[in-house]
């Protein structure tokens, strides 16, 4: 699988990793529905056999949860290690209610629970998953960020969902590797300033979502989305519910026509559109089950002509 070097980093990382959101399973505020554990494990292991070496959690994903199935599944695992990527910056208390912080405090223990979950020594890219509403918090949480590196800890510092301004104003205090924005045919906003500043400041690009959220993969249907559990946080996105779902739908007809054309998935064809554009390091792409990691992998050695690409953004 083609590999491109993150931002100001060492990692060399294949252009698809695997998300590990979906994985944290359901029972929890941002949840996908009950996931089997076992198929968590596969999925991991079967991405992994077919060429990736990096895998995108965070500690919120299932409260902590998400971070201990990858431990499991990479504890039996003979091949080459995995680059693990997690985030902090959205802590829970007892009674399961996430919040968001970026305190110097918060900071450090989130990073030593990752530790701890992850089962390693050192994280290899450790971001901020929110800003905070005051700016002077998001500092300080980068701040701490680049103490934690210092200290060995972390090998590599990155942010997920940060403005353009915050990204001016970090980027000031200590180098940014890698920017984790939702990037897909349906949000393509980073277009305008992120990727031209990423592109300038020589920062890595994690698209998240390529396939937004599912909606992009051929296999959502209307009967399928009305039967997600209610503990599936897609139940009550506006992506997800018409008028715009009548949009994607069409989207995806078209996609798939494409597709059809190159023996390619609809979901293949638009991962491949994200990483079109050179800005993009790589796109993370979610799996429950190892069937739905054979559905995206042959994105690895896909390129879209440019013929191809103005069709799909004329569709």
Same mark, same amino acid.
């Given at each position: 699988?083609?590999?491109?070097?993150?931002?100001?980093?060492?990692?060399?990382?294949?252009?698809? $990793?695997?998300?590990?959101?979906?994985?944290?399973?359901?029972?929890?505020?941002?949840?996908?529905?009950?996931?089997? #554990?076992?198929?968590?494990?596969?999925? %991991?292991?079967?991405? *992994?056999?077919?060429?990736?070496?990096?895998?995108?959690?965070?500690?919120?994903? !299932?409260?902590?949860?998400?971070?201990?199935?990858?431990?499991?599944?990479?504890?039996?695992?003979?091949?080459?290690?995995?680059? *693990?990527?997690?985030?902090?910056?959205?802590?829970?208390?007892?009674?399961?209610?996430?919040?968001?912080?970026?305190?110097?405090?918060?900071?450090?223990?989130?990073? #030593?629970?990752?530790?701890?979950?992850?089962?390693?020594d050192v994280i290899d890219l450790y971001q901020?998953?929110?800003?905070?509403?005051?700016?002077?918090?998001?500092? #300080?949480?980068?701040?701490?960020?680049?103490?934690?590196?210092? @200290?060995?800890?972390?090998?590599? %510092? $990155?942010?997920?969902?940060?403005?353009?301004? @915050? *990204?001016?104003? %970090?980027?000031?205090?200590?180098?940014?590797?890698?920017?984790?924005?939702?990037?897909?045919?349906?949000?393509?906003?980073?277009?305008?300033?992120?990727?031209?500043?990423?592109?300038?400041?020589?920062? !890595?690009?994690?698209?998240?979502?390529?396939?937004?959220?599912?909606?992009?993969? !051929?296999?959502?249907?209307?009967?399928? %989305?009305?039967?997600?559990?209610?503990? &599936?946080?897609? +139940?009550?996105s506006p992506e997800f519910k018409d008028p715009?779902?009548? +949009?994607?739908?069409?989207?995806? &007809?078209?996609?798939?026509?494409?597709?059809?054309?190159?023996?390619?998935?609809?979901?293949?064809?638009?991962?491949?559109?994200?990483?079109?554009?050179?800005?993009?390091? $790589?796109?993370?792409?979610?799996?429950?089950?190892?069937?739905?990691?054979? $559905?995206?992998?042959?994105?690895?050695?896909?390129? *879209?002509?440019? @013929?191809?690409?103005a069709e799909i953004e004329a569709a």
């Amino acid at each position: 699988m083609k590999k491109r070097l993150l931002g100001n980093s060492d990692l060399n990382i294949t252009m698809i $990793g695997f998300g590990a959101w979906a994985i944290g399973g359901g029972d929890w505020q941002f949840g996908w529905g009950t996931q089997d #554990e076992a198929d968590s494990i596969a999925a %991991i292991q079967h991405a *992994l056999d077919h060429g990736i070496n990096w895998i995108d959690t965070a500690a919120v994903y !299932g409260l902590g949860h998400s971070e201990k199935v990858i431990a499991k599944a990479l504890k039996d695992w003979s091949g080459p290690k995995p680059y *693990l990527f997690t985030k902090c910056g959205m802590p829970w208390n007892d009674k399961r209610e996430i919040s968001y912080s970026t305190k110097a405090t918060s900071v450090r223990k989130e990073l #030593e629970d990752s530790l701890r979950r992850l089962k390693v020594d050192v994280i290899d890219l450790y971001q901020i998953h929110w800003p905070a509403d005051d700016l002077a918090e998001t500092v #300080e949480g980068w701040t701490e960020l680049t103490k934690l590196q210092k @200290e060995g800890k972390i090998r590599w %510092i $990155g942010v997920s969902n940060f403005s353009p301004d @915050e *990204l001016h104003v %970090i980027q000031a205090l200590s180098p940014i590797t890698s920017l984790q924005p939702p990037y897909s045919l349906l949000r393509r906003d980073i277009e305008k300033d992120h990727l031209p500043f990423c592109q300038k400041e020589k920062i !890595g690009v994690l698209a998240y979502s390529p396939m937004a959220s599912g909606l992009l993969t !051929g296999a959502m249907t209307r009967e399928r %989305i009305a039967a997600l559990p209610s503990d &599936d946080w897609r +139940r009550s996105s506006p992506e997800f519910k018409d008028p715009k779902l009548t +949009r994607n739908l069409l989207l995806v &007809d078209r996609l798939r026509k494409i597709g059809l054309a190159h023996g390619k998935s609809p979901g293949e064809v638009a991962i491949a559109w994200a990483l079109r554009n050179p800005v993009v390091t $790589g796109a993370i792409v979610g799996a429950r089950t190892a069937k739905q990691v054979d $559905g995206f992998i042959g994105v690895g050695d896909f390129t *879209l002509s440019p @013929e191809v690409i103005a069709e799909i953004e004329a569709a």
